[in-house]
Structures are given as structure tokens and as C-alpha cells.
């Protein structure tokens, strides 16, 4: 099993940086099915850490590429609201654990989803609104706040876009993940999640 885990750290470590040099896959990472199929499936409390390092490792190339390329470094409450993130997509995991049926994992990945996007840019709009002096920073209202969320900061993708990004992701992610975990526990004479009822 820690060898599964390992291999999981390097791939999606290693997706998050190619995606950072592929701007058409931006948020388009399987951090988030990990964390939360990692809660679906892991007994073994010390693979629920996989997400976390995978995220703690490329957060530091990519934060070492933005101060780089565009002078921006994050912050540290930045990194620690995407670990918060993270394990609340951790508990979901857990949550649907209890209720084993598709329709559950379904929501759970999206429920992960939706909340990373709306905390995340909350806390974008939240801190650009108070520390930035640029001209593009979002105003500290509610129209600024809606900005955040949907048209983000001129001259940049849209955070539609990076939440279109985000969702297809933990989805297509989360879906061949529990597709593996089915697959496995037949070939093992398990019962899957199709197998039990919400």
C-alpha cells in the first residue's frame, strides 16, 4: 500500500507542475479526487496523507515559478485554506464512506468541488480586496465579490473558467479512481459501491 501511495504523491505532484506549463489544464488536478476517494476508500489513516504531500511538494515548485516568472508569491493563508480544503474533501470521503453508493460519491465530488471553489476565491477576493493597492484589485464589496467568483481579474482566464477546470477534474478523477477501487475489489471477491444501497 505505501508504495500506492508513493507512486499516487509523484503522479499528481508531477500532473500540478505540467498543468502549471499548460495553461489549458490550469485546476485541472487530481489533488482533490485523491483526498477524497482517499476518505472513500484508505482504512489505512496513513494513506489519507497522500493528497497532502502531493500538495505540499508541488505547491512549493509552483510558488517558487510565480515568484519567478511574475513576481507574486502565495500566501500562507492562502496554502493553508487549500490544505483546509482538502481535508474537509477528506471528511466528505469519510461522509459518503458510511452511505457506499454511487449517487454519494457523485455528490461528494462535487460538493468537494463547489466548496473549494467558492472558499478559494472567496479568500482571493477577501485578501485582494484588503492588501492590494492595484488598480485591477477587487473592490471589498459585493460586486467585488461576485468579480472573485465568476469574471476574476482582467487579462486573466476567467475563475468560471478555472472552476470548469476544477469540476470536470475531481469528477473524471474521482470516477477512474473509484472505477480502479470496483475493479479490485471484484477481481478480490469484495462487494463494490454499485453492490450496496444509500
Known amino acids: 500500500m505505501r508504495i500506492l501511495a508513493i507512486i499516487l504523491i509523484v503522479a499528481a505532484a508531477a500532473w500540478r507542475i505540467l498543468a502549471l506549463h499548460a495553461p489549458e489544464l490550469s485546476n485541472f488536478s487530481p489533488l482533490m479526487a485523491l483526498a ?21 511538494a508541488s505547491d512549493l515548485y509552483i510558488d517558487h515559478y510565480y515568484a519567478v516568472r511574475y513576481d507574486y508569491h502565495w500566501s500562507v493563508a492562502g496554502v493553508l485554506l487549500r490544505l483546509l480544503c482538502f481535508a474537509a474533501g477528506l471528511m466528505l ?33 477577501l485578501e485582494d480586496a484588503r ?45 477512474a479512481f473509484a472505477l480502479a477501487m470496483e475493479y479490485a475489489a471484484l477481481r478480490q471477491g469484495e462487494a463494490s459501491l454499485l453492490a450496496r444501497r444509500a
Open 36 to 56: 477524497f476517494c482517499g476518505g472513500v476508500y484508505f482504512r489505512d489513516r496513513w494513506m489519507w496523507c497522500v493528497p497532502f504531500v502531493a500538495l505540499a
Open 93 to 125: 470521503g469519510r461522509t459518503v464512506a458510511g452511505r457506499r453508493s454511487w449517487p454519494a460519491l457523485g455528490a461528494g465530488a462535487v460538493g468537494a468541488s463547489v466548496l473549494f471553489y467558492l472558499l478559494t476565491n472567496t479568500h482571493a477576493w
Open 131 to 175: 492588501f492590494s493597492h492595484a488598480a485591477t484589485a477587487y473592490a471589498y464589496t459585493l460586486a467585488g465579490w461576485w468579480q472573485a467568483l465568476t469574471v476574476g481579474h482582467a487579462g486573466f482566464p476567467s475563475t468560471l473558467y478555472f472552476f470548469r477546470n476544477t469540476f470536470a477534474s475531481d469528477l473524471l478523477f474521482t470516477g
